[in-house]
C-alpha cells in the first residue's frame, strides 16, 4: 500500500446510518489527520491524531489510529445528507521525515449520503 | 474563526504565462505550505516555508516556481512559465506547529489554456 490508501474509495450510504472510511500507511508517522473536500473546494480539517494516541472523538466524528497495523479509521455516526464529500486520510512521518511536517495525502473515499 | 484565504479563486492565463497565487495565512502560523491537486487526483505537497525560507520542496516544485513572504501577512506562489500541466486547484495551508493541524485555504483553481 502507499502512505496514506483510504478504502473504500467510494461509499454509498442512507441518512442516519454510519460511515466508516478506512486509511492505510507504510511509515512510521508523527500525525495522521483527516479532512473533508466538498467537490471542487477546499480541504477541511477535521481532527488529528498523534501517533501516541489510540482513539479520538470531536462531536460524530471518532478516529482509531492502530499503529502496529499502520491503519487508521474515520467513522461518522449518524450520518446527514450534509457530510456527503471526499474524506481524506494525510500523514505527517515520523521526525518529519526531516521535512517540516508536510502532509501526504491519499486518493479519499467519496462518501454520498442519500436523504 | 480565522482562515486561511487564498485569491483569485479561479485564474485562467496562457500557456508561457507567468502567474501569482496568493495567500493569507492564520496570523499567528509560523508555517507555510502550498499544495496542488490535479483534477480527479491525489492532493500532492509543493513547498514549506518557515523563517522566511523554503523548509522543503518537492520533485514538482522546479526552478518554475517560487514562493514568498513579502510581507507580514500575504504568502505567494509564482509559476515564471506556466505548462498546460500545471492546471490544477492550488491549495495554501498553515500551521502553528510542525505537530499541529494544517488549515487549508479553499483553493485556487488555476486553467492554463
Known amino acids: 500500500s502507499q502512505q496514506g490508501e483510504e478504502d473504500p474509495q467510494a461509499l454509498s450510504i442512507q441518512e442516519g446510518e454510519n460511515a466508516t472510511m478506512n486509511c492505510s500507511y507504510k511509515t512510521s508517522i508523527n500525525n495522521l489527520q483527516w479532512y473533508r473536500q466538498n467537490s471542487g473546494r477546499g480541504l477541511v480539517h477535521l481532527i488529528l491524531?498523534?501517533?501516541?494516541?489510540r482513539e479520538k472523538h470531536s462531536g460524530r466524528l471518532r478516529v482509531t489510529l492502530d499503529t502496529s497495523k499502520k491503519s487508521s479509521s474515520l467513522l461518522i455516526t449518524a450520518s446527514r445528507a450534509a457530510d456527503t464529500a471526499s474524506y481524506f486520510c494525510a500523514t505527517v512521518l515520523l521526525n518529519y521525515g526531516g521535512s517540516q511536517g508536510n502532509l501526504i495525502f491519499g486518493k479519499g473515499t467519496k462518501l454520498s449520503v442519500k436523504p | 474563526e480565522p482562515e486561511v484565504t487564498q485569491t483569485p479563486s479561479h485564474q485562467v492565463t496562457q500557456m508561457g504565462q507567468e502567474v501569482i497565487l496568493r495567500c493569507v495565512p492564520i496570523s499567528n502560523h509560523l508555517y507555510f505550505y502550498w499544495y496542488r491537486q490535479i483534477l480527479g487526483q491525489k492532493v500532492e505537497f509543493l513547498v514549506s516555508f518557515y523563517n522566511n525560507e523554503i523548509s522543503e520542496k518537492s520533485e514538482i516544485f522546479d526552478d518554475q516556481f517560487s514562493v514568498e513572504r513579502p510581507d507580514g501577512s500575504n504568502f505567494t506562489l509564482k509559476i515564471r512559465s506556466t505548462k498546460l500541466e500545471d492546471s490544477a486547484m492550488y491549495f495554501c495551508a498553515s500551521s502553528g506547529g510542525l505537530a499541529g493541524g494544517q488549515f487549508f485555504g479553499p483553493g485556487t483553481r488555476l486553467t492554463v489554456l
Open positions: 491524531i498523534r501517533s501516541n494516541e
